[in-house]
């Protein structure tokens, strides 16, 4: 039997938005991925302290509503359950102990690409996994990073300029995020009074 080939798309997702779903269902079709992983950030380290960050249990709620409704994706708890900062190459570390025959792939948009070489321990990962890329409006260029196990791939999607940021500073001000985010995820906002502005 081949092995099963597994994505992982790790994010703050705060909150998940209608490119996250672009992206993990396009890079699940454009490598032949079984499944694609969205796991929920922890404590975002490159984030944290900067500005707050909603609560990771508020952050997997709106992500396992979204992916209830589309086949191949899964949200995973697993940053969440090990607690403390999330690092990707420890999430992968987990992955491999657990199914060692599976091929595991790390899927990111093209904003990250700059700052991998700030990861932890980026040389294990590297080593452990394959790199999916996916476009991202604003972002050109250039990468060679090179010794991913199962090598570098670039999923080109339809550009969507949407960003957490943005739609939580629509949120805070009382904009429509329709369309930009799943409507599933939008309901838990509203219940669950997140993103709410002041007022
Ligand atoms: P924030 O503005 O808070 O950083 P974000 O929209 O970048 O939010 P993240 O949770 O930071 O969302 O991103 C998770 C992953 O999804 C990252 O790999 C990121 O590059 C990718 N991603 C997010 N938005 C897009 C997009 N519009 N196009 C392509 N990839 C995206
Ligand atoms: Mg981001």
Do not use: C
Request: net charge negative; proline share 6%; hydrophobic share 45%.
């Amino acid at each position: 039997m081949a092995p099963r080939r597994i994505g992982v798309l790790g994010g703050t997702f705060d909150p998940v938005h209608n490119a996250h779903l672009v992206a993990a269902v396009d890079a699940r079709h454009g490598a032949r991925l079984d499944t694609v992983l969205l796991v929920v950030a922890n404590v975002p380290w490159q984030k944290a302290g900067g500005r707050a960050v909603t609560p990771a249990e508020d952050r997997f709620a709106l992500v396992e509503a979204v992916v209830a409704d589309v086949e191949g994706l899964e949200a995973s708890r697993l940053e969440i359950d090990r607690g403390g900062e999330s690092y990707t190459a420890d999430t992968i570390e987990e992955l491999d102990a657990a199914e060692p025959d599976a091929e595991l792939f790390v899927i990111v948009g093209a904003d990250i690409i700059g700052r991998l070489d700030t990861w932890k321990r980026i040389d294990d990962l590297r080593r452990r996994a394959g790199l999916i890329v996916v476009n991202r409006p604003g972002i050109i260029g250039g990468f060679s990073d090179e010794g991913w196990a199962h090598g570098i791939q670039i999923v080109d999607i339809p550009g969507l300029a949407i960003s957490g940021t943005d739609i939580r500073s629509r949120l805070v001000a009382g904009r429509p995020v329709d369309g930009l985010v799943p409507p599933a995820a939008l309901r838990l906002i509203r219940d669950r009074g997140l993103y709410a502005g002041p007022g």
